[in-house]
């Protein structure tokens, strides 16, 4: 079945504790994005990878990493993580864009606590 | 600027009713057009898209959306709601900027809520 995973799906921590939250995706597809989901904001882009090795700022990444070593998988990866960024992640992923446009597919969803 | 605005909120039915979410977009080059709907506790799933063409999509579920470029809508529409489709309901365009990131700009959604 193709699908785009995330673990965990719930994660409870506390400030400063490193953390990554996995995002794997079997459509052999090479563009994935993260995005945060907050009340009265929407969903809002963090980053981005075009491809194996190419990664790029979206509207929020302060306070994320990524990165991409391998086609199927983007981890996101919060170093000190912050009350702040509590928050709902999705990852998306779609095949590569030649002029147009292609359909997204987001995982499950990460609900993540920061104490 | 890029922006997409869901006017409604919320909004109630009665089960059987017909429905119409409204969506709202600014962007200047031709637009990619999206529904998706999150149900509690789940993740996103695309109803129905827009990349050109007839104006008048179908989709999954039972749900349709017509683009207006006139009015820039992408209004999503359902002839009989059922319970089932008690859910949030985003609307997106996606948009291409430099280093041809394909990111969606999001509405903030409109939850529907179904009577019996």
């Known amino acids: 079945e193709a699908q785009v995973t995330q673990n965990p799906r719930y994660l409870i921590t506390v400030t400063g504790k490193k953390l990554t939250v996995t995002c794997s995706q079997n459509?052999?597809?090479?563009?994935m994005s993260w995005y945060r989901q907050d009340p009265g904001l929407g969903l809002r882009q963090i980053y981005y990878?075009?491809?194996?090795?190419?990664?790029d700022k979206g509207d929020v990444p302060e306070g994320y990493k990524v990165s991409r070593k391998e086609k199927r998988n983007f981890p996101l990866i919060l170093e000190s993580p912050s009350p702040n960024q509590t928050s709902l992640y999705f990852c998306?992923?779609?095949?590569?864009?030649?002029?147009?446009?292609?359909?997204?597919?987001f995982g499950p969803g990460t609900r993540l606590t920061v104490l | 600027a890029q922006s997409v605005t869901q006017p409604d909120i919320h909004i109630t039915v009665s089960e059987g009713a017909s429905l119409e979410l409204r969506c709202n977009y600014s962007?200047?080059?031709?637009?990619?057009l999206f529904w998706y709907v999150q149900s509690p506790g789940q993740g996103l799933q695309l109803l129905l898209k827009?990349?050109?063409?007839d104006t008048l999509v179908q989709g999954i579920k039972g749900f349709e959306a017509e683009f207006k470029r006139s009015q820039s809508s992408f209004n999503l529409r359902k002839p009989s709601v059922h319970w089932s489709d008690a859910a949030e309901y985003f609307c997106?365009?996606?948009?291409?900027?430099?280093?041809?990131?394909?990111?969606?700009?999001w509405g903030l959604g409109t939850s529907l809520a179904v009577n019996p």
């Open positions: 998306a992923s779609s095949l590569r864009f030649s002029g147009g446009y292609n359909e997204q597919f």
């Open positions: 459509m052999n597809h090479e563009y």
């Open positions: 990878s075009m491809n194996v090795e190419v990664t």
């Open positions: 962007y200047g080059a031709t637009p990619y």
């Open positions: 827009y990349f050109s063409g």
């Open positions: 997106a365009v996606g948009i291409s900027n430099a280093g041809n990131n394909r990111k969606l700009i």
